[in-house]
Each structure stands twice: as structure tokens, then as C-alpha cells.
């Protein structure tokens, strides 16, 4: 089974910056669109920003946009979520997904592999 598993968050001042990874347990994920997400306590989870499988195409959310940056390196099977001037509202659990293409370029419906989430929390 492929296993996601998230790292690098943390408490942060508003403003400050985060710098979150997921390493996949596959030797090879450059055939798997991936993504991040993140859910607040009450709220449907929702997404972030995904990346196609070689990381030619990367698309945001439009709350997201300008201040986040979704990357991947293949060669060490992670996927990088850079967030700079964060806010209390960027307080939420935050998962990496992982789907393989089958042909798309960035966009899947759905992800068949998720990780538990690493907690991020933005402090006024």
C-alpha cells in the first residue's frame, strides 16, 4: 500500500512561514498527481494546491495563490507545501494526497492515498 506521511508543521506567528513536506513510500512517484489539502475543525476539508507528476503544472486555490508554492522532488519521493505570510486562518490540519495520473496532467476527481495530516496553527 502507499503510505503518505506529512512533516514541518507547527505554531506560527501571523506573518511567519512553513515549510511542509510529505514523503511517499514508492521508489518511484512520477506517475502519481499529487496534492495538498487541509481541513479546520467544523469545516469540509478542502483544497490547497496540486501538482502534476513531473511538476510542469501547478494549480492553486485562489485563497492560496501568491503566497503558496507547491513543488515535488521525484528523486526523493517528497511533495513541499512553502507557505509564507500566514494567518489565522491558514490554522487547519494539513494532508498530502497522492493518485496515480493514468493520463492527466494535474487534475484527478479523486486521491486514493492519503497521509493523517500535520498541524498547522497561526497565532494573531
Known amino acids: 500500500q502507499v503510505q503518505l506521511e506529512e512533516s514541518g508543521g507547527g505554531s506560527v506567528q501571523t506573518g511567519g512561514s512553513l515549510r511542509l513536506s510529505c514523503v511517499v513510500s514508492e521508489d518511484n512517484i512520477s506517475s502519481y498527481c499529487m496534492g495538498w489539502f487541509r481541513q479546520a475543525p467544523g469545516k469540509e476539508r478542502e483544497g490547497v494546491a496540486m501538482i502534476s507528476a513531473t511538476g510542469g503544472t501547478r494549480a492553486y486555490e485562489n485563497s492560496s495563490k501568491g503566497r503558496t508554492t507547491i513543488s515535488r522532488d521525484n528523486a526523493r519521493n517528497t511533495l513541499y507545501l512553502q507557505m509564507n505570510t500566514l494567518t489565522p486562518e491558514d490554522t487547519a490540519m494539513y494532508y498530502c494526497?497522492?493518485?496515480?495520473?493514468?493520463?492527466?496532467?494535474?487534475?484527478?476527481?479523486?486521491?486514493?492515498?492519503w497521509g493523517r495530516g500535520t498541524q498547522v496553527t497561526v497565532s494573531s
Open positions: 494526497a497522492a493518485e496515480p495520473c493514468r493520463g492527466a496532467d494535474w487534475y484527478v476527481p479523486q486521491y486514493t492515498y
